[in-house]
Nanobody, 122 residues
């Protein structure tokens, strides 16, 4: 069983940046695709970004493409989400998750972390 721990959330003004980190332990981190999801109050959890086990393939939601960048460091068992040009609608709890499949199969992610709050003020 893999354990995931997110960090890096906080309060930022619109137009600002944050970098989220997700540290993984347990199962072999480098064998799994990693993804970021988010859930705003009163809304369902939604896909944000994912990266393949090798790091060569990425997938982004249309709402964040061009503003967010997902990356991974297998030596550190960590996946990152660099968020630029943040908007108030990006406010949510952000979760990371793993998948034995590729980054495009967004419904197959699981093993959720506890989440980190991102709040973007206008």
């Amino acid at each position: 069983q893999v354990q995931l721990g997110e960090s890096g959330g906080g309060l930022v003004q619109a137009g600002g940046s944050l970098r989220l980190s997700c540290a993984a332990s347990g199962r072999t981190f480098s064998s799994y695709a990693m993804g970021w999801f988010r859930q705003a109050p009163g809304k369902e959890r939604e896909f944000v970004a994912a990266i393949s086990w090798s790091g060569s393939t990425t997938n982004y939601a249309d709402s964040v493409a061009g503003r967010f960048t997902i990356s991974r460091d297998s030596a550190k068992n960590t996946v990152y989400l660099q968020m630029n040009s943040l908007k108030p609608e990006d406010t949510a709890v952000y979760y990371c998750a793993t998948s034995p499949f590729g980054p495009r199969r967004t419904a197959d992610f699981g093993s959720w972390g506890q989440g980190t709050q991102v709040t973007v003020s206008s």
